[in-house]
């Protein structure tokens, strides 16, 4: 069987609680149960301690349906992939950052069976805007034939390098790329420094290929400085997430939506997992 073919098949034995009537972490169904499937980056499991593959079952035990490795875990490729098949939990995702060689990161990520690659357009303020705008163009058509031949899409991020940074920017930049393995890894939390997340998400519409979730607190980033925005926990700033979700069943979005929060040992790791189930109905 083909490396791809088998994460597939053991992905389900996993994401397979993704479809069933009910959340592991939680024991009850919402309306996005079987729709979206839950994820948390690898990172930020903090349990040294424990191999990759025990913190593999950690995640799969806290009630997540996979996980999202960096590039640079590469050089542990073997480790990963057999944490994947021992384990039945799916890495979905390689994050790439702004690192401009995605030919690598799609390769890496269908070497462990993921499907998508997360790139951040880096801004050089120092130079004219469009400069960076035909920059990112290159670097990501230059990555498409190693994604269309994967099969991995690279999608682009909102995050405060302020480049895109308006729904209208991150729409006219996925379809100028206009490429059926190219799309928007759409982030809740980052958002909201410059609009309203359910605006985003029925802008976007089908261009958002999977979401990153963190809060958002305007109270706290209006007292405390502008990145205390992020310090409340999920549910518990100011994000609308009913409307997040209303928004979310108006595209018909369905797949992965991965924590990115700050990270912890098992219990915190569990909490997160019980917090996304609140914030998205799982």
Do not use: C
Request: net charge negative; hydrophobic share 40%.
């Amino acid at each position: 069987m083909q490396r791809r073919s088998f994460f597939a098949t053991s992905a389900g034995l996993v994401s397979g609680v993704a479809v069933s009537s009910f959340s592991p972490s939680t024991g009850r169904a919402g309306e996005f149960t079987g729709v979206i499937k839950k994820g948390v980056k690898f990172h930020m499991v903090d349990e040294p301690a424990l191999s990759i593959e025990d913190r593999f079952r950690l995640i799969a035990d806290a009630g997540f349906d996979g996980t999202e490795l960096r590039t640079a875990e590469k050089e542990n490729l073997s480790e990963y992939t057999s944490a994947v098949e021992k384990t039945g939990l799916p890495v979905h995702g390689i994050v790439n950052s702004s690192n401009p060689d995605l030919a690598t990161a799609v390769a890496f990520a269908s070497d462990v069976g993921a499907s998508s690659v997360l790139y951040v357009a880096p801004y050089d303020r120092k130079k004219p805007l469009m400069e960076s705008w035909n920059h990112n163009l290159a670097v990501i058509r230059t990555g498409l034939p190693a994604a269309e031949k994967h099969e991995v899409k690279i999608l682009v991020e909102n995050v405060w390098a302020s480049f895109l940074i308006s729904a209208l920017d991150m729409e006219r930049f996925v379809d100028e790329v206009d490429h059926p393995w190219f799309g928007a890894y759409y982030d809740v939390g980052n958002n909201v420094r410059w609009g309203v997340p359910q605006h985003w998400i029925e802008i976007l519409g089908d261009r958002i290929g999977k979401l990153d979730i963190k809060e958002w607190d305007e109270k706290r980033h209006r007292d405390e400085g502008l990145r205390a925005g992020f310090g409340s926990e999920l549910g518990e700033g100011t994000i609308d997430w009913a409307a997040v979700r209303a928004s979310l069943k108006t595209i018909g979005f369905s797949g992965w939506a991965t924590a990115e929060v700050r990270g912890g040992d098992r219990k915190r790791i569990a909490d997160i997992a019980r917090r996304m189930d609140e914030v998205l109905d799982l």
